[in-house]
Structures are given as structure tokens and as C-alpha cells.
């Protein structure tokens, strides 16, 4: 049975109908077109899929639509200030964090939660908050040097 | 190190043209004949190809070993300036897009940013081959910088005639064709622009085209990033599974419980009145189609619920070993140097076993399928563009012209994606639908479906002197391959066989494919034989080595590590292992420390120098040999498919735990440059020496050979 879903996406509200346990992910990416988001496992183990729901990293395929139902999600498309990338992001294409790419939208996000959260994470605070987020390419140490570059550079910015 | 670089010629390929056993076995999907009148397919709203003539006469002509020698077939020079490069070629990861686009800003004298480059549609690129093989960078980069080489010439000749002046006046710089002496630029738009660039461009190039001496590279041998990296931070890049065609409807396929398992009844009835579903049945084909994919899921399990199967006693992985031997093609092959084991000092025997590995890349096999009358185009993540072109063209009996298979840069492969699948099952929907499918496979198709990195058992009986040579070696693979199957050590009297058996599962190509488990097996002998012999494990390899790029990075490996010192500590819990090996042209050599804690072993440091002659792209080769070193960890460590009876029980990442940031060890990776020597692919051997490095560690610890992989303490 469909019901209604209002909820917050990247400053705009957004509005849909669906099954209450239609994963957020497949929301985002089919009715909202936003595909940055991944598929990689369903079952939150690799987090490809990773969103902020109100401020937190989050699974969403793992969270259903009905759970998003007047949150406010903010997603990797709603990170740049038009041309102006996101200092993480800035961060992972200055190091060239990533190889296939496929797992780097989610492992941004997990970064933006983890500064929110740890300004200035070491390496053992990076390797265990950013565990749950599984790289095929392997590209762990390139990512570790990422985030410490974007912690370095939003304490500049703060500054 | 020899300080001579080559002087513009074009080097030729470390490896050999490979002679790929893929031990695939395709799944033969035939969905009926289907005759129409031939039609051409030219890429529709795409950059269009300097001469359409050129790119037919291109497909009737013999394929050169380098792929066209058109010039037309692989490069337009678009009216704004930006030159867009052609290549069959696919990007997974392994940085093909920059390192191609190096190789034509090269030749071409452009900036990078100059470069376009246009992959794996093959409606417009030449078949520069499947994407595997470590063949990149010794086939298709020569290949472009021969074809970019060629059209700077061409730009040199029509300045030169342009200006009135002798073609040794001209040099080409930043795009332009300069005549120092009148100050006078022309560029490669403005040549495009001219009546002879069409008939130019069409030519064949010289066999004695020219191409840029390593000492004066200005952009390849220098880090580029990927050209398209901006899209994929801003979660903008278009992969497979993200693509979305007009009234595409989302696909699902009915999966057997086990292998062998032969449909007997399904009823499709509650699906079908599931609001825009579309179910296709096929005899053993059911698949269902629906505007979302949530629904397709509800779709199947409707449909799933009433299958009944008849299922057939199949093997399970607990026997692996013993099958594989007892299904060897030939029985077990005797050693054929009877003569040197009995008269030897020592002998020693021993078998090691190599479980089944999953590539799980983290996209999963994906394809968007959609039919235009009787043209069908499908996107794909694969790495084999034109042979996934030949199995559409087979399953639904179409000319070649009629299919169009295009691969976005997608998420990553491993060797694992050499067939298409989804891309047949998903045009199988989309014809029964009468609209474009896109069909993803879920992680647990991932695991079950998707062939397998083979299993093996490697025998190696070697025979040693009274001074500790080696005097025989006989070597035995069964199952996975010859990767990497002869030794590269000195001994007189030596024979490596590749025995194929009966695989339960599906299996195939895997990143470095047999050389995982041949390379592991022969350097875990290596350090058992070094024991016998009363040698360090360094010293013995060295006795028996004479090739030098080898000694060369085993040597430096070791004393970057500290070797000497570290292996003649004794220490409760910490352990010192070493491997080398050379496979496709590149060459290794890893010293690892290992750590227990309790009966798990944990990789704390590797110290890994890599040769692969000379280095095209740093940073890419740096990412591709830590990511290989890492990846490799699971297989060595934990990665293991498991099946009971014909079903898998490892089925998703929880029960197949790959690595992690957690497992990441200290990395101390050494990128031996060698710009003397030809460049060979990269993208495969540094996975070769991790686990035989970890097992030679263990034993170095705790005294116990752990002879298989998985390498774990209570397998002891």
C-alpha cells in the first residue's frame, strides 16, 4: 500500500509516493534521479550507498523510505556550492583518491559526518570510523591521506 | 642500471602476445533467429568520426597487431582544437583513460586537456581487444602514440607547405606547428579544416613513424589525474547502473537454489498481475520487468515462490581438493626426473592448496538494454566490449552491425568481467518488455553467479646437492592455469605442467589469475627447500637466480627492509616471510612482517618494490600496486568461497570479508623506474607475492607450514 513522504533533500523539499518499505536508496537514485548515491551490497556492508539523514552517515539501503519521512538528507549532489567543490571533495580530487570511483561518492559522505564529528581524527579515529565503507580497488591509504587533507584544510578555513 | 634510452624506436612488448586459456565456460544463451536486412550502425549523438568511409573500410580490413593503422579510425581533430582518441580499450579503475590520454598528448604535442578520449563504444572505436591481460600498456599505448605520432607529421607537412618553408623548420608545441624563423603558427584545427586532412587522415601511417624517446617525455612518465576524476567526487559520472533510458523498466532473473538445479514448474500468474510488470519466460529463462526495482524485487519473489527445481548431487568445497585431483585431466603426471631424486642429497615434496576467490567488484554486473527496431544497443560495465558485442550477436542472432555495446567507466572489474551476462539477460527483457531494461545483479548473484578466481592444487617435487642447488624441479598445477607456471630460478633439470581437472564451480580470469596460486606455492617451496638446504631464504633464491631485473628488486626489497637483520630475530609473535616473482613483464619482490594475536594472523608491514620497466604514470602505478597488494591480503588471510551440495554459502560480505581500512599494513612500496626498458602492464603482478610472503612469515614465527590459501593457524 503507497503512502505519501515528504522529507528534505539537499535544501529542497521533495515529495513522494511509494511503498512505505521501499528503500531511501532506491528513492534517490529512481524517483529523484539522483544516482551518486550506489548500490554495492544491500545490506549495509560496504556503504557505497552512504547519505547524511539529519546529519549522520547513514546506510540507505538499508533505510526505508517510511524512516526518511521528514528528515532532512543531504546527499554527495548537494555538497558543491555550484562550481565551488565541497573541501572534502576538493580533498579526494587533489590526492586522486579513488580508482573505479564506484565507492567514493559513500566515502565522502562518510568523511563530511566524520569531521563533523572528529575535526581532527588520527589515523586510528579515520580507520575506525570509515571501516564500514569497503574499497575493492583498495585504495584505503590514498583515501586515509584524503581525509587528513581535508581535516588540514578545514582547520585552515577556519581559521 | 644501464643509463641508454631508447632513441625514438618503438619498443616491443616485455610480455609475448598473450594466449589467453580463460577455463571460461560462457553460458550459452540462444533466444532464436531473428533474420533482417543489414543495416549500419554509426554512433547517433556521438562525436562524429573524421570519415565514416574510413571507419567501414576499417571493419572489412584485417586487424595489424596493434590494432588500425588508420589514422581516422583512432583520432578526429574536432574544428575547436580538442582531438579525440579512440580506443576499444574500457576504464574499471585501472587508469587506461589517463594514461592514454598521456600517450596521445604526447606524440601529438598537445596539452592533456586537449585530449579526448572515447572508450569502448564499439560503434565508433576500433577493437583494440578485451581489457585484460596486462596488455594496455604494452599494446595500446604504442598504438596510440604511433597513430598521434603520425597525424603530428601530418601537421609538420602541411605547415611546411602552408608556410613555404623545408619540414625541418617546423616544431610542434602546445598544439601549434611553429616556423621559428617567421614566427608563423598553424594548428591541428586549422588542418583539420583543410581539403587534404580527409584524404591524410585516412592513410595508413609508416611503419617507421617515430614516437618520443623516454628522456624527453614531458607528459607521459609524469602523474596525470584521471581526466574525468571532477565527475566522480561530484557523484556526476554516469556508471552503468546509474544510466536511465526513455520508459526503462527495472529487470530481475530467476536464479537456480544450487548449480546444476534444472527448472521443472514455475508459475508466473501473481506476478503478471502486479501493476507494470511484464513477465518473460523463455523455457529455462524467467525473468520479470516493472517500473521500479523495488517492485521487480516483490515481481520475483512472487515468482520464485512457486518454482520447483530438480536438483542433482553436487560437490562441495569441503572435497574441493580431493575432486580437483581426482578429476585431473590425465591423472597426475609422474616426475619425469627419477633419475636426479635418487641420486639426490635431498628431496622434498609437497601439494598446497588454493581455495576458490570471489573478484566481488563493488558494481555489480550491470547492463541497460534497448531495442530500436531491430537495432539493439546495450551499456555495460565489462571489460570485453567487442567480444559481450559477439555473445548479443549470437544469443539473438543479429549481424554485428545491428549491435551497439558502449561501456561507461564503470566500478571495477578485477578480471571478472569478461562476459556479458547482464548484458544478454537484460536485452532478453527488453525485447519480451518492448521497452529498455536495466538489469543489475544483486551482491548474492554476485557471489553465486559470477564465475569464480579458480581453485587449485599445485604439487612441486625438487631435488637438491650436497651443496644445496637445486637439481630438479618438477611442478604441477591443477586446475587454475599457467599463469606464471615456470619457474623463474635456475635448475638444470625442470618441468611445470598446467593439468586441467573438473571445476564445480564456474570460474575465470582473476587478477593475475593463476599466478596467485602458482606464485604461492612455488615461494612457499622455495622457503622449504632454502631450510633444507641450510640457507637464509634471500641467499638460496639468489643462488638460483641469474635473471637481473629480478635479483634487482628482490635485493632492493631486502635491503630496504632490513632483511638480514629482521629474519635472524627471534620474537614470540611477530614473524619475517619473503617472495618475489615476475609475471607479464613486471617484476617483484615483497618482505612482509606478520603479527599474531592469538590465532589470527595480521599483516603489519610490507615492503614491496615493483619494476615494470619504464613508468608511465606514477601516481595511477603507486595506487594500482598498493590497491593489488591489499586486495591480495583477502585471499591470503580470509577470502574463501565456500559451497555445500552446489549451493554457496558465502554470499555476501559478511560471510566473504574482504579487506578493510583495518587490515591496511604499513606500506613501504618502491616504484623501481627502469626508462631503459620497454613499459609493461602493471595492473595485475603486484597481487602475486603478499600471500607466499605472509606463509614464509609463519613459518618464521611459529614454525609451521600453513600450505594453503586461505593461510590460517588452525589449518596447521
Redesign the interface.
Known amino acids: 500500500m503507497d503512502a505519501t513522504f515528504t522529507f528534505t533533500v539537499n535544501g529542497k523539499s521533495r515529495t513522494v509516493i511509494t511503498d512505505p518499505g521501499r528503500p531511501l536508496l532506491d528513492v534517490l537514485r529512481e524517483e529523484l534521479q539522483l544516482t551518486g548515491a550506489k548500490f554495492g551490497c544491500g545490506e549495509g556492508q560496504c556503504r557505497a550507498c552512504t547519505v547524511l539523514m539529519n546529519g549522520k552517515s547513514v546506510a540507505s539501503c538499508i533505510t526505508s523510505i517510511a524512516d526518511a519521512d521528514k528528515q532532512t538528507i543531504l546527499t554527495i549532489e548537494g555538497l558543491a556550492n555550484g562550481e565551488r567543490l565541497h573541501p572534502v571533495q576538493q580533498a579526494f580530487l587533489d590526492e586522486g583518491a579513488f580508482q573505479c570511483g564506484y565507492c567514493t561518492a559513500g566515502m565522502i559522505m562518510g568523511t563530511v559526518a566524520l569531521l563533523k564529528e572528529v575535526p581532527n581524527p588520527t589515523d586510528a579515529d579515520i580507520i575506525s570510523r570509515m571501516n564500514r565503507h569497503i574499497c575493492r580497488c583498495c585504495s584505503y591509504p590514498k583515501y586515509l591521506q584524503a581525509i587528513h587533507r581535508a581535516a588540514d584544510q578545514a582547520r585552515k578555513e577556519a581559521v | 642500471m644501464s643509463e641508454q634510452y631508447s632513441t625514438g624506436e618503438i619498443a616491443q612488448p616485455m610480455a609475448e602476445e598473450i594466449d589467453y586459456t580463460e577455463l571460461l565456460e560462457p553460458v550459452g544463451y540462444d533466444f532464436g533467429l531473428n533474420r533482417r536486412s543489414f543495416v549500419q550502425i554509426l554512433g547517433a549523438g556521438l562525436l562524429l568520426v573524421a570519415s565514416a568511409p574510413a571507419l567501414a573500410q576499417e571493419r572489412g580490413r584485417r586487424r595489424g597487431p596493434r590494432g588500425p593503422q588508420n589514422i581516422a579510425a583512432r583520432l578526429h581533430i574536432g574544428k575547436d582544437g580538442i582531438i579525440a582518441v579512440m580506443t576499444g580499450k574500457v576504464e574499471?579503475?585501472?587508469?587506461a583513460r589517463a594514461e592514454f590520454t598521456q600517450a596521445a598528448a604526447e606524440e601529438l604535442r598537445v596539452p592533456a586537456a586537449q585530449i579526448q578520449m572515447l572508450m569502448a563504444d564499439t560503434a565508433v572505436v576500433p577493437d583494440d581487444g578485451i581489457t585484460a591481460g596486462s596488455g594496455s600498456t604494452p599494446r595500446t599505448v604504442p598504438a596510440i602514440r604511433e597513430v598521434a605520432a603520425a597525424a603530428r607529421e601530418l601537421l609538420i607537412d602541411f605547415a611546411a607547405r602552408q608556410f613555404g618553408v623545408p619540414r625541418s623548420e617546423i616544431t610542434v608545441k602546445d598544439g601549434k606547428a611553429i616556423h621559428a624563423g617567421s614566427e608563423k603558427t598553424i594548428g591541428y584545427a586549422d588542418f583539420a579544416a583543410s581539403e587534404e586532412a580527409t584524404k591524410d587522415l585516412q592513410q595508413t601511417i609508416s611503419p617507421d613513424v617515430e614516437v618520443t624517446p623516454v628522456a624527453e617525455w614531458k607528459v607521459m612518465g609524469v602523474?596525470l589525474?584521471?581526466p574525468n576524476?571532477?565527475e566522480?567526487?561530484?557523484?556526476?559520472?554516469?556508471?552503468p547502473?546509474?544510466l536511465?533510458r526513455p520508459g526503462m523498466l527495472?529487470g530481475k532473473v530467476l536464479r537456480a537454489p544450487a548449480f546444476g538445479a534444472k527448472l521443472i514448474s514455475v508459475d508466473v500468474s501473481a506476478a503478471k498481475t502486479m501493476p507494470g510488470v511484464v513477465v518473460i519466460q523463455d523455457s529455462e529463462f524467467v525473468g520479470v520487468a516493472a517500473p521500479?526495482?523495488?517492485r521487480a524485487e516483490a515481481a520475483l519473489d512472487a515468482v520464485a515462490k512457486t518454482a520447483k527445481w530438480d536438483r542433482t548431487p553436487q560437490p562441495s568445497s569441503d572435497k574441493l581438493f580431493e575432486y580437483l585431483k581426482e578429476h585431473a585431466e590425465g591423472g597426475m603426471p609422474a616426475n619425469p626426473f627419477a633419475d636426479e631424486l635418487a641420486k639426490a642429497a635431498k628431496t622434498l615434496r609437497q601439494s598446497y592448496h588454493v581455495a576458490y576467490a570471489q573478484h566481488?567488484?563493488?558494481?555489480?554486473r550491470v547492463a541497460v538494454a534497448e531495442w530500436n527496431d531491430e537495432h539493439l544497443s546495450v551499456w555495460t560495465g565489462t571489460q570485453n566490449p567487442f567480444g559481450v558485442r559477439g555473445e548479443l550477436t549470437r544469443a539473438f542472432h543479429l549481424p554485428e552491425e545491428r549491435v551497439r555495446v558502449v561501456v561507461p567507466?564503470?566500478?571495477?572489474a578485477?578480471g571478472g568481467k569478461h562476459t556479458g551476462e547482464a548484458a544478454v539477460e537484460a536485452a532478453r527483457l527488453a525485447q519480451g518488455a518492448g521497452k529498455p531494461v536495466s538489469l543489475?545483479w544483486?551482491?548474492e548473484e554476485e557471489f553465486t553467479w559470477a564465475y569464480f578466481r579458480p581453485a587449485a592444487v599445485v604439487e612441486i617435487e625438487a631435488s637438491l646437492d650436497a651443496h644445496g642447488k637445486m637439481t630438479s624441479w618438477h611442478f604441477i598445477n591443477i586446475n587454475s592455469g599457467n599463469a606464471a607456471l615456470n619457474t623463474p630460478y635456475n635448475i638444470g633439470s625442470n618441468r611445470a605442467q598446467y593439468v586441467p581437472s573438473q571445476p564445480p564451480l564456474r570460474h575465470g580470469s582473476y587478477r593475475a589469475l593463476a599466478a596467485t596460486a602458482n606464485n604461492f606455492a612455488r615461494e612457499s617451496f622455495m622457503d622449504e627447500l632454502a631450510v633444507a638446504a641450510g640457507l637464509d631464504p634471500l641467499e638460496f633464491r639468489l643462488a638460483h637466480l641469474d635473471n637481473p631485473r629480478l635479483r634487482a628488486v628482490l635485493q632492493m626489497a631486502a635491503e630496504k627492509f632490513g632483511w638480514s637483520g629482521r629474519v635472524k630475530k627471534k620474537s614470540a609473535n611477530r614473524g619475517v616471510g619473503l617472495a618475489c616473482g615476475t609475471e607479464k613483464g613486471s617484476y617483484l619482490a615483497a618482505c612482509v612482517e606478520i603479527e599474531l594475536e592469538k590465532n589470527q594472523i595480521r599483516l603489519r608491514h610490507v615492503c614491496e618494490v615493483f619494476e615494470c620497466g619504464a613508468i608511465v604514470n606514477p601516481?595511477?602505478l603507486r595506487?594500482?600496486v598498493?590497491?593489488?597488494?591489499?586486495?591480495g591480503l583477502g585471499p591470503a588471510l580470509r577470502e574463501e568461497v565456500r559451497f555445500e551440495n552446489g549451493e554457496i554459502q558465502t554470499v555476501?560480505?559478511?560471510t566473504y570479508p574482504?579487506?578493510?581500512?583495518?587490515d591496511?599494513p604499513e606500506?613501504d612500496v618502491h616504484l623501481l623506474n627502469r626508462p631503459d626498458l620497454a613499459s609493461a602492464g602493471a595492473g595485475e603482478t603486484a597481487i602475486m607475492c603478499v600471500a607466499p610472503a605472509i606463509a614464509n612469515a609463519v613459518f618464521h614465527a611459529t614454525g609451521k607450514r600453513i600450505r594453503q590459501m586461505p593461510i590460517r593457524l588452525d589449518a596447521a
Open positions: 574499471a579503475g585501472q587508469g602523474s589525474g584521471r576524476a571532477r566522480i567526487v561530484t557523484g556526476a559520472h554516469q556508471y547502473s546509474d536511465v527495472y521500479t526495482r523495488f566481488s567488484p563493488l558494481e555489480p567507466d564503470f566500478g571495477a578485477y543489475r544483486t551482491r601516481d595511477n595506487k594500482q598498493e590497491g593489488a597488494i591489499i586486495m555476501s560480505f559478511r574482504v579487506p578493510r581500512y583495518e591496511l606500506l
